[in-house]
């Protein structure tokens, strides 16, 4: 079964610009999670997706946004980037709701210049 | 919101030695999950504890849930070079119908040869 892959792996952008990164889950998993990942402040949830739907989210402004598409194939926009966005943002799927064992894609770099 | 404290961030220890890594939450959870992250790689999932007290063993790791879910350990016995990476813990909170993981800061091993 193949794992979770996302799309682009590695991004450069510049402050202002928007971006839109892509996460397919594996088959069969319904639940997608976005994390942000940084080196002074860890493993930070963004959002959770099921089943077309936004279930949770974290504490980012809402210049971070995402959407889940009937296939479970996921992506998430960032508005007008700002410097501190630099960032790993790393998606993982679940075959049901938070709280179970999520599988990990390898992340996508974003670097904002 | 909710948070979850790791310690120690950081941990270098000779090869043979033992190693012990501590979450704690502020509420009580749902269940924990532990994860390790291999340098330039992405968290993978090492199990989940769901029951007051439990604890659970893989070869040399040893996971136990507090008995009042709020704190979690991970112990390696004779660590090992392939222990090499960031160990995560995740608390799982859930309440209202709504449901959030959140992530330790992590501890960094390192394995001294």
């Known amino acids: 079964k193949a794992g979770v892959t996302q799309t682009p792996r590695y991004l450069i952008k510049t402050r202002g610009q928007q971006v839109t990164l892509s996460c397919s889950p594996i088959?069969?998993?319904?639940?997608v999670s976005w994390y942000q990942q940084t080196p002074g402040q860890g493993l930070q949830f963004l959002f959770e997706?099921?089943?077309?739907?936004?279930?949770n989210k974290g504490n980012f402004p809402g210049r971070f946004s995402g959407r889940q598409f009937s296939n479970s194939r996921s992506e998430m926009n960032v508005s007008t980037l700002e410097l501190g966005d630099s960032a790993l943002y790393l998606c993982a799927s679940s075959l049901a709701r938070l709280g179970i064992e999520q599988f990990f894609g390898p992340g996508t770099r974003l670097t904002v210049l | 919101g909710q948070q979850v404290m790791q310690i120690p961030q950081y941990q270098h220890v000779q090869e043979g030695e033992d190693f012990t890594t501590y979450c704690n939450s502020s509420?009580?959870?749902?269940?924990i999950q532990w994860y390790k992250q291999r340098p330039g790689g992405h968290p993978v999932f090492l199990i989940q504890l769901v029951k007051s007290g439990e604890v659970k063993k893989q070869k040399r790791l040893t996971f136990q849930f507090g008995e009042a879910k709020k704190n979690s350990s991970l112990h390696i016995t004779a660590t090992q070079t392939t222990d090499v990476g960031t160990y995560f813990c995740?608390?799982?909170?859930?309440?209202?119908?709504?449901?959030?993981?959140?992530f330790g800061k992590g501890t960094k091993l390192s394995v001294i040869p």
């Open positions: 088959s069969g998993h319904r639940s």
């Open positions: 997706y099921f089943s077309e739907t936004q279930r």
């Open positions: 995740a608390g799982a909170y859930s309440g209202a119908g709504s449901y959030q993981l959140t």
């Open positions: 509420t009580t959870l749902s269940n």
